[in-house]
Nanobody, 124 residues
Framework: QVQLVESGGGLVQAGGSLRLSCAASGRTFNTFAKGWFRQAPGKEREFVAA????????YYAESVKGRFTISIDNAKNTMYLQMNNLKPEDTAVYYC?????????????????WGQGTQVTVSS
């Protein structure tokens, strides 16, 4: 089992920044692929960013490329999502997730463990 706890969400004006954190406990976190997803009201859960255990492979959704940065600190069992130049359309509940495998994927169905989510609201 892997337990994930997100933090860092909140209300920010358009153009602002937030840094989300995801702390993991339980099974070895370091060797798994990890990702961030988000879900806005009435919409499907969508991929935001993903990273391999070594940070050698990183992927971003086109909508966040150049504005968001995913990173990991394996010594702290923590992953991060730095979000800059936020837009109102970034408003959603953000979830971190861990996939029990080394291959990085962008499909949420392939991830095995999920955090509880943290709300990000961007005002215009």
């Amino acid at each position: 089992q892997v337990q994930l706890v997100e933090s860092g969400g909140g209300l920010v004006q358009a153009g602002g920044s937030l840094r989300l954190s995801c702390a993991a406990s339980g099974r070895t976190f370091n060797t798994f692929a990890k990702g961030w997803f988000r879900q806005a009201p009435g919409k499907e859960r969508e991929f935001v960013a993903a990273i391999s255990w070594s940070a050698g492979s990183i992927y971003y959704a086109e909508s966040v490329k150049g504005r968001f940065t995913i990173s990991i600190d394996n010594a702290k069992n923590t992953m991060y999502l730095q979000m800059n130049n936020l837009k109102p359309e970034d408003t959603a509940v953000y979830y971190c997730a861990v996939r029990m495998g080394v291959v990085v994927t962008t499909e949420h169905q392939t991830y095995n463990y999920w955090g509880q989510g943290t709300q990000v609201t961007v005002s215009s």
